[in-house]
């Protein structure tokens, strides 16, 4: 495990709960197209939603055609170092096919953490990363870093439920 990481206590069962409001979040959010008009407009909702979280974050979508960044903002309390922990999430989330903690999620259903965190920052299995869908395709990923206690996710959440006028489910397991 890398080390100053703490692995919450997720039993198998709340796993495979927090899996499947994960699929509904990922069903529920998604958009008919997405370009650089919706990446910005995405984008900069994160950044005001910050505000209201009282702590500033960095935000990255990358295009997954060709790993173009879309959008990148990073507030004046974070650094290059936020940025290198949002490209570990995005990578994990691609890894898996799925939001960021998926693979937080399966290793707590095999009963197993000792190995979820030793490919940081490479691959960082946490929340704040999420999936930009158009239909089933995966055309760009969000990814936030900056908070803990899964609060990335829930920003990310926040706005995709502003900019698409829907709201997704949560989960009650404690995430990171």
């Known amino acids: 495990m890398a080390e100053g990481i703490a692995t919450p206590e997720l039993t198998a069962s709340d796993a495979r709960a927090a899996q499947e409001v994960l699929l509904e979040q990922e069903r529920m959010l998604r958009y008919e197209h997405f370009g650089s008009t919706e990446a910005l407009k995405l984008g900069n909702v994160v950044a005001s939603l910050a505000l209201d979280f009282g702590e500033g974050v960095s ?20 650094d290059e170092r936020n940025l290198l922990f949002a490209e570990g999430k995005r990578a994990s989330a691609r890894k898996a096919g799925h939001a ?16 979820v965190w030793e490919n940081v920052p490479t691959e960082v299995p946490a929340c704040g990363a999420f999936p930009i869908r158009v239909g089933d395709e995966w055309v760009a990923t969000i990814a936030v870093s900056g908070y803990m206690e899964g609060l990335d996710h829930e920003i990310i959440l926040r706005a995709l439920e502003q900019v698409l006028g829907v709201t997704a489910p949560r989960w009650d397991a404690a995430v990171m």
């Open 100 to 115: 960021g903690p998926w693979a937080q999620l399966e290793a707590a259903k095999a009963g197993d953490m000792s190995r």
């Open 59 to 78: 935000i990255t979508i990358t295009r997954e055609s060709d790993g173009v960044r879309m959008f990148q903002w990073v507030a004046d309390d974070k």
